[in-house]
């Protein structure tokens, strides 16, 4: 079993920059099977962009994909961990924060990402079903009435 997230996170992971279209990003999305991609700036971790951004913020609002940029919708405010955390504070934050994918920074560069695919390997059924539900209960803003 992994102790630290340095022997779970998958290294170098791709990702695009702030200049990128936002169908480039779905693109490699769709080519590397992923939810989401980190945003870089010479190596450097600025945000993440998934997805559910280019959903919601993109094809929801009606805008065009092919003039919007990365930069324009990447989430700037992203949880991180280091490569020597301990893989139970890993854990920790993505139930807490209710995200999927950890970037993984030594300073402000990114090295690798940590994903719950990559935590249910280390563990066993019980512990997978209780961070699977951590991580997927919706928040409040996403509760209709």
């Known amino acids: 079993m ?3 997230v340095r022997e779970a996170m998958t290294s ?17 999305m769709r080519d590397e099977h992923v939810g ?14 998934t997805d559910r951004d280019i959903a919601i913020r993109i094809v929801a609002e009606g805008a065009d994909p092919d003039s919007v940029t990365v930069g324009d919708v990447a989430s700037r405010r992203v949880v991180t961990v280091e490569p020597d955390q301990d893989i139970d504070e890993a854990r920790r934050l993505m139930a807490q924060h209710q995200v999927r ?13 940590l994903a719950q695919a990559d935590l249910t390997r280390e563990e066993d059924a019980e512990q997978v079903g209780e961070m699977v539900e951590a991580i997927s209960e919706p928040s409040n803003a996403e509760r209709r009435v």
């Open 12 to 28: 170098n992971p791709r990702s695009v920059g702030t200049t990128d279209s936002v169908v480039q990003a779905a693109r490699l």
């Open 2 to 4: 992994a102790k630290n």
């Open 101 to 113: 994918r950890l970037p993984v920074v030594e300073g402000d560069e990114l090295v690798g990402i």
């Open 36 to 49: 989401s991609l980190p945003v870089v700036e010479d190596g450097r971790l600025i945000g993440m962009i």
